[in-house]
Structure formats: C-alpha cells, structure tokens
Nanobody
Framework: QVQLAESGGGSVESGGSLRLSCVVSAYSHWPRSVAWFRQAPGKEREGVAVKPNDAGARYSDSVVGRFTISVDTSKNIVYLQMNSLKPEDTAMYYC???????????????????WGQGTQVTISS
C-alpha cells in the first residue's frame, strides 16, 4: 500500500474549473495505476479517471472531455483537472492507487488497495 493525500476541492459555480491534487508517498514502487473516484451522498463510489502506469488514461462517460488525469512523477503528484463543471459533479473525490495489479475493470473500486481521505467538491447552479 501507499499513502495518499488529496487537496484542491472547493465550491465553484457551474461551468467553472478546479484542479485536484493527490500526493503519493510511502511507496517502494510507483503504483500500477492511480485513479480518481467520487461519491455523492446516497450513491455508490464511482471511478471517473484512471492512469495506468503502462497505458493511456481512461475516463467514465460522465466526465470524458471535461476531466483530465495527469501524473507528475518528479513531484509524486496525481492531478485531476476538472473543467466545465456541473452540479452533478458535486461529490467527495478520492484518490486511489493499485499496488498489486488488480484484475477488475480499471475504474472498479475492487482494483484499488490504497485510498486517500477525500476532498469535497461542490458545484452550484
């Protein structure tokens, strides 16, 4: 497992942008994949973006074209740039890491063994 710490959440109006950051620490090897998930009140946690170590990024249908995941390995930071935000993007956002090589869909929570504590994103209409 690794340690993950998110930041960058906040409240913005619909159409605005936010950039979330996730510092990755306490690792011996960079995770096989890093991802961002979100969970709205009363809903299941859903994957929105994943960056495998050896493949391109993938996104959920609800955010493709608006969100971008990127990794700065020199700083050990995973970013989630969120543009054209909508009220339905309101949720707690979590950073996750797969250090064991999960066999599930890349956006499945079952792939990930390390989680941050989350950062709240609120979008007003």
């Amino acid at each position: 497992q690794v340690q993950l710490a998110e930041s960058g959440g906040g409240s913005v109006e619909s159409g605005g942008s936010l950039r979330l950051s996730c510092v990755v620490s306490a690792y011996s090897h960079w995770p096989r994949s890093v991802a961002w998930f979100r969970q709205a009140p009363g809903k299941e946690r859903e994957g929105v973006a994943v960056k495998p170590n050896d493949a391109g990024a993938r996104y959920s249908d609800s955010v493709v074209g608006r969100f971008t995941i990127s990794v700065d390995t020199s700083k050990n930071i995973v970013y989630l740039q969120m543009n054209s935000l909508k009220p339905e993007d309101t949720a707690m956002y979590y950073c996750a890491a797969d250090t064991r090589g999960g066999r599930w869909h890349p956006l499945s929570i079952h792939n990930y063994d390390s989680w941050g504590q989350g950062t709240q994103v609120t979008i007003s209409s």
